[in-house]
Nanobody
Framework: QVQLVESGGGLVQAGGSLRLSCAAS????????MGWYRQAPGKEREFVAS????????YYADSAKARFTISRDNAKNTVYLQMNSLKPEDTAVYYC????????????WGQGTQVTVSS
């Protein structure tokens, strides 16, 4: 059974940093994409960033481009999201997802990890 397990969330002050991890188990990913999405209270889930397993090509939402960095470790079957200069509006549950396209065709979701940024 394929599973995605996120970790690294927590409470941080505005301007701080967090690094989220998403470890995949049950299969080795060599194609497709792994992405990060987030859902704030009362809002729809939105795309944050994704990375291609094979090429490492990265996609970012406009809100993430300057402050977040997505990376992968193919050997560990793990994807990371380094988040710097965090803002209160970044507060959300962050989910990782495996997908066919950079922002679509999601086949597997992780359980999510809470990120709370205090002002």
């Amino acid at each position: 059974q394929v599973q995605l397990v996120e970790s690294g969330g927590g409470l941080v002050q505005a301007g701080g940093s967090l690094r989220l991890s998403c470890a995949a188990s049950g299969r080795t990913f060599s194609s497709g994409y792994m992405g990060w999405y987030r859902q704030a209270p009362g809002k729809e889930r939105e795309f944050v960033a994704s990375i291609a397993w094979a090429t490492g090509y990265k996609y970012y939402a406009d809100s993430a481009k300057a402050r977040f960095t997505i990376s992968r470790d193919n050997a560990k079957n793990t994807v990371y999201l380094q988040m710097n200069s965090l803002k209160p509006e970044d507060t959300a549950v962050y989910y990782c997802a495996a997908s066919i396209g950079p922002k679509s065709g999601i086949s597997i979701w992780g359980q999510g990890t809470q990120v709370t940024v205090s002002s």
